[in-house]
């Protein structure tokens, strides 16, 4: 066992046994490398990284590799899960040094953690133009020995070029309508109108650029908005990348017609998802919507909670094929044999027929990764669900994907958002519940005394790392959207506290810019700062969102304040690369909009017409909207206060701008106000 046997990290656990002499990220890894006069090899990874797991099987594992860096390197490994700023600057430096990034990220540092070599997967032979790893290695400590000087100065100038690079400087001011308009127009463009998404292979599901279409469509009215989002989620939902037999998202497509996924399921895009596909059936009442929402719903809760009540980050994309292999897919795939051994030959057929398996396959070795590629014929809906149920119950029998437990705050506050209103929406208690229970981990464990986020914790044990801005902004967001849902104000204090750390340590107080890490964090060769979504909203354009939301519950001027100057970078970015700041577009929907406030009093909030009234401004689709529900004259949100009831019956008041519509009593009539531009 090496020095990672007592982090929290299963990534880093999952190398605890290599003979490599791995140490975590630390100052005393630093010093050691100082002490020996030896650079430092950074190995970045994750636990469900395919090519991380082959790398380690392939090198790490190996006894001569890792006597070779165990004598001439100090070997570092990092869960870029649990550090996300160590990974962001260190893939900053790869990108612009090699022109491409990804995961097992390889870089080569001096003992001041200054870059000077960079990779990802090497080899342990060479192949295809790479070199293999020990070439790597030993060139590499030539050059270190040889070279010292040399190689000095190279890692000098990268992390000036480091620190001269700047993000485009953001706008004074949020964007309007022009901004939007034209984020929509470059998304048409990029938009594949025969298979649905954005661009070609690979194919991520673009999460907050739904959102963003959803959004627009709602306060604009634009159908070609709600096609392109209504038409992409029919096709990922019928293609390979979803879980027909269990819900839930693999993390990208591989093709770019959505059938064949990369196989790991993450957290992330499954609360996205869940959150877009309920948000869509809102919008438009579509049965498939409401299905693929309840059902990755379902698969969060069945398969990612935790004993503690968090959900846990991923699911491998490999698993023992039955031979004692660990392939991709196998979990997910069949074969026609395979299907008639569990369904007999007549269902068997039925199910090829259905689910897209053919004799070729779609995936490697004859087999197929289950679709529902038949848009015409007529299925016997009963049968159709016994052979799901059927081939559900025989592939639990498989040998299981592995699962990283770590709870990682952002994340779930991503599940708490998605499962409170999924639970809402389609009277379905236990998932708000469910919600409620990672809230309530997230604030027991996660959550100190001075209001200050751990990022991650694993069996109810809180991690050694801080809290990034997305981990405070996407726990402030699942709060907010938790205090709509259940009317209880505590969650809509705790969003509080998150964002007024918000304000004081991740907020440039002359630009009103935002950086990733907080102001009183690790000092690393820089600063990370990105304003851009990638896999998931970045914490730039999260707190934005949230800080909205807030300000709209609470009438706050300094969080409005901040919303609007944190959302001056989408004014710029929004109109050149809207595919990558869909999130900070959505939270522009909603300032544009308002938001709307909705305030809903009654003599208990459980009571029949009032209950009425808060599903209906719950499933109001005005962007960003917030909703208070309590009694009259309650303490629990700013929004209820002076609120009474209209001739004893149970009102609504809805508000934007400072300007307040009369009270209503009547759903419909509450429908219509926040319905009408």
């Known amino acids: ?296 719903a379902d698969f969060l809760v069945r398969e990612l909670r935790t004993p503690q009540g968090g959900f846990a980050s991923a699911l491998d994309a490999d698993s023992d094929d039955g031979t004692g292999r660990h392939v991709e897919g196998a979990y997910y795939v069949w074969t026609p044999g395979q299907l008639r051994e569990v369904l007999g030959e007549e269902d068997a057929g039925l199910a090829a027929q259905y689910f897209g398996v053919t004799d070729e396959g779609t995936f490697e070795h004859g087999q197929s990764v289950l679709q529902l590629p038949q848009t015409e014929g007529v299925f016997d809906a009963g049968k159709v669900a016994s052979v799901r149920r059927r081939l559900f119950d025989a592939r639990a029998r498989r040998a299981a994907p592995g699962r990283d437990d770590k709870v990682v705050a952002a994340w779930n506050g991503l599940a708490v958002a998605a499962l409170a209103e999924t639970g809402a929406y389609f009277d379905r208690p236990d998932l708000t519940e469910a919600a409620v229970g990672a809230a309530d981990l997230l604030v027991r464990v996660h959550l100190d005394e001075h209001a200050r986020l751990a990022r991650t914790s694993k069996d109810g044990r809180v991690g050694p790392n801080p809290g990034v801005l997305e981990d405070y902004a996407d726990v402030a967001e699942g709060f907010l959207a938790l205090a709509s849902v259940t009317g209880e104000g505590v969650w809509l204090d705790f969003a509080g506290l998150l964002l007024d750390q918000v304000l004081a340590r991740f907020t440039d107080p002359e630009t009103g810019a935002l950086y990733d890490t907080a102001s009183d964090a690790e000092q690393l060769i820089r600063r990370p700062q990105d304003p851009t979504d990638n896999a998931a909203p970045s914490g730039w354009t999260a707190a934005a969102a949230a800080l909205l939301g807030y300000a709209a519950h609470t009438g706050s001027e300094p969080h409005r304040t901040a919303a609007e100057r944190a959302l001056g970078i989408v004014k710029t970015l929004g109109p050149r690369v809207p595919r990558f700041i869909g999130w900070g577009l959505a939270a522009a929907e909603a300032l544009l909009d308002g938001p709307r406030e909705v305030a809903v009093v009654g003599p208990a909030p459980d009571e029949e017409r009032t209950a009425a009234l808060h599903r209906t401004a719950l499933l109001a689709t005005a962007p960003g909207a917030v909703v208070a529900c309590g009694t009259p004259g309650g303490d629990e949100f700013p929004l209820l206060a002076d609120r009474v009831l209209v001739d004893g019956a149970p009102t609504a008041y809805v508000c934007r701008g400072f300007v307040c519509d009369l009270p209503v009593t009547d759903p419909a009539a509450l429908r219509e106000k926040l319905t009408t531009p």
């Open 1 to 296: 066992m090496n020095r990672l046997a007592h982090e929290t990290s299963p990534y880093l656990l999952q190398h605890a046994d290599n003979p490599v002499d791995w140490w975590p990220w630390s100052g005393e890894a630093f010093a050691e490398a100082r002490r020996t006069g030896r650079p430092v090899l950074l190995s970045v990874g994750y636990s469900s990284c395919h090519w991380c797991h082959v790398m380690a099987h392939e090198s790490f594992e190996d006894r001569a590799t890792a006597d070779y860096l165990n004598e001439h390197f100090v070997s570092v490994k990092v869960d870029r899960e649990e550090r996300p700023d160590v990974d962001a600057v260190y893939m900053e430096a790869v990108q612009a040094a090699t022109g491409q990034g990804g995961w097992p990220m390889t870089v080569f540092l001096t003992p001041d953690a200054e870059p000077f070599y960079f990779g990802t997967y090497f080899p342990p032979a060479p192949r295809h133009g790479m070199p293999s790893f020990r070439q790597v290695l030993e060139g590499v400590q030539q050059a270190w020995t040889t070279r010292r000087e040399e190689v000095a100065d190279v890692a000098g100038k990268i992390v000036r070029d480091l620190a001269q690079r700047e993000i485009v400087r953001q706008a004074a001011e949020p964007p309007g309508e022009q901004e939007l308009a034209q984020a929509l127009l470059g998304l048409t463009r990029e938009y594949d109108p025969q298979r649905g998404g954005f661009g070609g292979a690979p194919k991520f599901p673009p999460s907050m650029v739904l959102e963003f279409l959803l959004r627009h469509h709602a306060r604009t009215g634009a159908e070609g908005a709600l096609q392109m989002a209504r038409d992409t989620c029919e096709r990922m939902a019928r293609g390979g990348m979803y879980d027909q037999l269990g819900g839930g998202f693999a993390r990208y497509s591989v093709d770019r017609d959505w059938t064949v996924p990369h196989f790991e399921k993450m957290l992330y895009d499954n609360a996205l998802l869940c959150r877009v596909y309920a948000h869509l059936w809102r919008a438009t009442g579509s049965d498939l919507a409401r299905r693929v929402a309840l059902e990755t």
